[in-house]
C-alpha cells in the first residue's frame, strides 16, 4: 500500500483508476435511472475509429489527441443514435447496437490497415481495446482530473434538471424543460467518462465502469443524491484497489482487475444490500409469512 504513495508508476495508474471510477460511477448512475446502460457500451466502441484517425492525423500516440479524437467518434456517434431514433421506428437498443458494431468494426478495419502500414509508432495501438493503464504519467492524470471536474461539475449545476429528466421525463417537459438538449448534454458527458477509461479499462471493458457501480448503490438507497455519492465511492474503490492488486505480482493485467473489483462489489451489493438486496427481501418475506401463518392460527 505503500508503493501506491512512493512509486511515481504506480501512484500515476491508481489516482487514473481511481478518477475513472468516481466519474464513471456518478455518470453512469443517470445512464442506469433512465435505463440507457448500453449507451456507455456504444459510445465506448465508437469511439475507436477516433483514436485511429487521430494517430493516423498526428502520426504520435500522444495521449490528448487520441483521447480528443476518442470523443469526437463517440459523441458522433451518440448523434447517430438519436438520428436514427428520429427518423427510424427502431427501439432505442436495437440503435444502440447497430451503432456500437457499426463504429467498432470501422475501428477494427482502421486498426488493421494502420497495423499492416508499416507507419513507425503504430506498435501497441491496439492497447486501447482492452487498456494500458501501466502508461498512464502524470500530466495523463491532470488531463483526467481536469475532464472528470468538468464532467461533475455540470452534474452539480444542473442536478435538479438531471434528476426531473432521470425519474419523469414527461414532467419535465411540461414543466418547460429543453429535455431534448439534457438528454444530449447528459450523453456528451458520458462521452467525457469514456475518455478517460480508455487508457485505463479500454473501449472493450469500458462500460462496465458505468453500470456496475451505478447498480450496486441503486441496491442501497432511493436517494438521487446518496445513490451518486455511493456510486462514485464504489467507482473511486474499484480504480484504486484494482490498481493495486495488479501491482502486487507481475503479469496482473489493471484494467481487468479493476472491473473485477467493480463487479464484485455490485454482486454483493445485489446479494445483501439492505434495501434492495436478494437476501435481505428473502429474510423480509420469511417474516412477513411467519406473521401471517402466527394471525391465522391465534
Known amino acids: 500500500m505503500i508503493d501506491v504513495l512512493t512509486d511515481y508508476t ?14 464513471g460511477g456518478v455518470l453512469g448512475s443517470f445512464a442506469v435511472l433512465r435505463r440507457q446502460s448500453l449507451i456507455g457500451d456504444a459510445l465506448a466502441h465508437a469511439a475507436l475509429p477516433g483514436i485511429v484517425l487521430a494517430f493516423l492525423a498526428t502520426g504520435a500516440k500522444a495521449a490528448l489527441p487520441l483521447l480528443l479524437g476518442a470523443g469526437v467518434a463517440g459523441w458522433l456517434g451518440s448523434l447517430a443514435v438519436i438520428a436514427i431514433l428520429r427518423v427510424t421506428r427502431l ?9 456500437l458494431s457499426g463504429f467498432f468494426g470501422f475501428g477494427i478495419a482502421l486498426l488493421t490497415f494502420v497495423q499492416h502500414s508499416g507507419r513507425p509508432n503504430q506498435a501497441g495501438l491496439d492497447a486501447f481495446l482492452f487498456g494500458q493503464a501501466a502508461t498512464i504519467v502524470a500530466s495523463d492524470v491532470t488531463t483526467f482530473a481536469v475532464l472528470g471536474g468538468l464532467a461533475l461539475g455540470i452534474v452539480a ?17 411540461s414543466l418547460g424543460l429543453p429535455t431534448g438538449v439534457l438528454g444530449a448534454l447528459l450523453t456528451s458527458l458520458t462521452v467525457l467518462a469514456v475518455m478517460i477509461g480508455l487508457q485505463t479499462v479500454g473501449v472493450v471493458l469500458m462500460a462496465a ?11 442501497w438507497t432511493d ?18 484497489f484494482g490498481a493495486a492488486i495488479s501491482a502486487t505480482r507481475d503479469g496482473l493485467p489493471t484494467g481487468p482487475l479493476v472491473i ?17 438486496g436478494v437476501v435481505p427481501s428473502l429474510r423480509r418475506e420469511k417474516r412477513a409469512r411467519a406473521r401471517v401463518r402466527s394471525e391465522v392460527t391465534s
Open 10 to 23: 504506480l501512484r500515476n495508474v491508481t489516482l487514473g483508476a481511481a478518477l475513472l471510477g468516481v466519474v
Open 91 to 99: 427501439k432505442e437498443d436495437a440503435a444502440l447496437g447497430v451503432v
Open 157 to 173: 449545476l444542473l442536478y435538479k434538471e438531471f434528476k426531473l429528466l432521470s425519474f419523469d421525463s414527461d414532467f419535465a417537459a
Open 209 to 219: 465502469m458505468l453500470v456496475a457501480p451505478a447498480a450496486a448503490a441503486r441496491q
Open 223 to 240: 436517494s438521487l443524491s446518496k445513490m451518486l455519492l455511493l456510486a462514485g465511492a464504489f467507482g473511486g474503490a474499484s480504480g484504486f
Open 260 to 276: 473485477l473489483v467493480a463487479t464484485g462489489i455490485a454482486l454483493a451489493s445485489l446479494l445483501f444490500a439492505p434495501l434492495r
